[in-house]
């Protein structure tokens, strides 16, 4: 069964890799760089492995937190719910950041 997690796994990151990038990705923030977020997906089987996406942020990426007046990139913190919406989905680039209320 671990196996089969694990070839998941790999597929999910081929999948990212060629092209087939999500047009949305919800989930949790799992680490911040200066340039970008990973966000990590979470499922209901403890024992299956979801994929992690690097989305990058540049300057047209617009940054929500629902309930605050306003949000930047330097407020996203490891363990926030997102939703991130992608413009280019080839170079794996964010037009809108939502992080969701805890």
Known sequence: MKRLGVISGILFIVAGCSGNFPSEIEGEIFKVEEDSIH???YGDDPE???PVYEV???DATIIEKVGANSASAE????GDRVVAEIRDREKQIASKIVVEEE
């Open 56 to 58: 990058i942020i540049d």
């Open 75 to 78: 407020s996203l913190e490891i």
């Open 39 to 41: 966000i990590a997906i």
């Open 48 to 50: 299956a492995e979801y």
